[in-house]
């Protein structure tokens, strides 16, 4: 017997595996359907349709030919955020929505990390950041802007706990697996420190994009996590929409970079504005098309 590869991207990947190692072990359907529900995350009804799904996956991956050791099916649909009500239930956290733009989509996010969480990303960055950098137009490579001033540090996946549940939470909240994104990026501006307005999408006419498209695909969307307050200036603008989101420590802005798709988006311009007192830091993930890295 094969593996199925998990497509139910509805749920967040912890779920999928739940659900797949569950039945490898032969479980009852409907035992597991009454713990998902029990859990309070899932809805019978959700539940229920998961394992079928999976079921069905099974079943036929039964009758198809093996697949190659790292198949991965990638989502083909959109993230999105679930805006059927004001709170939004992560799985362990409730979410406010504090403004929805409908076009292009930007939704303003409160209460995603808690001020204990936010101290913990940045104290686990201490002092390892390096001045940003943007890639290069012809050949891709990183190279220092006068655009960007501000100074970055990446953590990768596995590296802090604190860090890999708010992955879940984000990739749960965006009903996107945290495989299809990259690794947090911070960016810490001090006062006078900015990020020009730029797209987040990789444009494929540009030689210098095309091989970051060739791992992972596009930036589908982007999450801004504010992990500080700042006394004064450091927005993030969107010039073309007359519109600036000011930082408020746990809060999470979001935006789609490109259509249903997958094209880009050229409404979704946008920037940092200059620090005028305090300091800035946030924490990027871009959610991309198929697995990164
Ligand atoms: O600093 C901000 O508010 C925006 C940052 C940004 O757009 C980026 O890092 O790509
Ligand atoms: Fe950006």
Wanted: charged fraction near 20%; proline fraction near 6%; include cysteine.
């Amino acid at each position: 017997m094969t593996t199925a590869p998990t497509v139910f991207v509805s749920l967040p990947v912890a779920w999928q595996d739940w659900i797949m190692q569950n039945l490898a072990r032969a479980c009852n359907p409907l035992d597991m359907a009454n713990s998902m529900a029990a859990s309070g995350q899932h809805s019978m009804a959700v539940a229920r349709a998961a394992i079928d799904e999976a079921l069905a996956l099974r079943a036929a991956a039964d009758h198809a030919p093996a697949p190659q050791a790292s198949a991965f099916v990638a989502p083909q649909q959109m993230p999105y955020i679930d805006l059927e009500r004001n709170l939004v239930a992560a799985p362990d956290r409730t979410v406010e929505v504090l403004f929805v733009l409908k076009q292009p989509q930007i939704i303003l996010l409160g209460n995603v990390l808690s001020d204990e969480e936010c101290d913990a990303i940045i104290a686990h960055c201490g002092t390892r950041y390096t001045r940003s950098t943007v890639t290069g137009e012809a050949d891709g490579a990183s190279v220092v802007h006068e655009g960007r001033t501000s100074e970055m540090a990446f953590i990768q996946r596995g590296e802090a706990e604190v860090a890999e549940r708010i992955e879940q939470r984000l990739a749960a909240l965006a009903h996107w697996p945290p495989e299809c994104s990259e690794p947090f990026q911070l960016q810490k501006y001090g006062v006078s420190q900015e990020y020009r307005p730029h797209y987040d999408w990789l444009d494929p006419d540009s030689s210098g994009h095309r091989s970051h498209l060739a791992r992972g695909g596009q930036r589908l969307a982007t999450f801004i996590l504010y992990l500080s307050d700042v006394a004064q200036g450091g927005g993030t603008v969107f010039p073309g929409l007359g519109l600036e989101v000011y930082p408020k420590k746990g809060n999470a802005l979001w935006f789609l970079n490109t259509d249903d798709n997958h094209q880009p988006d050229k409404q979704t311009l946008h920037g940092g504005a200059p620090v005028v007192s305090g300091t800035k830091i946030i924490a990027n993930k871009w959610l991309r098309q198929g697995r990164y890295g």
